[in-house]
C-alpha cells in the first residue's frame, strides 16, 4: 500500500491526470475544481488540501510541462542529426508507456494563448525549443548535414511538426507513432 507520503504522492498525480485530461478536452475556463475532483473519485474538500485554486493545479502542470520540455536540452551529442532522432525516438517511446504525454503537449499550446491566467502563461511562454535546437541545426548545417536555410525557421517548422503529431496523438490514442526519419527530413539533407 505505500507509506503515507507515497499515497499522497499518488494522489496528487492521479488529480494532475485527471486536471489534465479535463483542461484537454473542455479548456481550463470551461473546467470546474468539482469535476476535477469528481474525475478524480474525491471530495472538492479533499482536492483543496493538494492544490487550493484550479489555478494552481494547472500552474503545477504547466510547470511539469516546462521541465519536461527543457529536458532535451541536457542531451549533448556532437551529431546534430542524432540529437534530433534521440530525441523523437525518446519521446514517441515515453508516449507509448504514457498516454497523457500527447496532453501536455496541447496544455502547453493552450496555456500560451490569451485566456490563460497570467501567472500560468508567464510560465508556459518561457517554453521555446526552437531557439535553442536552432543553435544545433546551424551546427548541423555547417557539417554539411542539415538542410540550408534559416535555422531558427527549420526549427520552428520541426517542432511545429512535433506538436501537430502529439495533438493527433492526444485525439486518438490508437494512432500509430510516424517514423521518426519522416520528421528528420525536414532537417536533414
Known sequence: MGTRQEQREQRR???L???LDLFVRRGYQETTIGQIAEAASMSTGLMFHYFPSKEDLYLA?????????NAPKGQQTDDPIAYFRDFLEELFALTEEEPWIPQMFVLMAHAQREGAPETVRDVALRVDQAEYSAKIIERGQAAGVMRNGDPLALSRTFWAAVQGVMEQWASNLEE???????LLGILAK
Open 61 to 69: 502542470l504547466v510547470s511539469i510541462g516546462e521541465e519536461g520540455t
Open 176 to 182: 500509430k507513432c510516424p517514423d521518426p526519419e519522416w
Open 13 to 15: 498525480w492521479l488529480i
Open 17 to 19: 491526470k485527471c486536471a
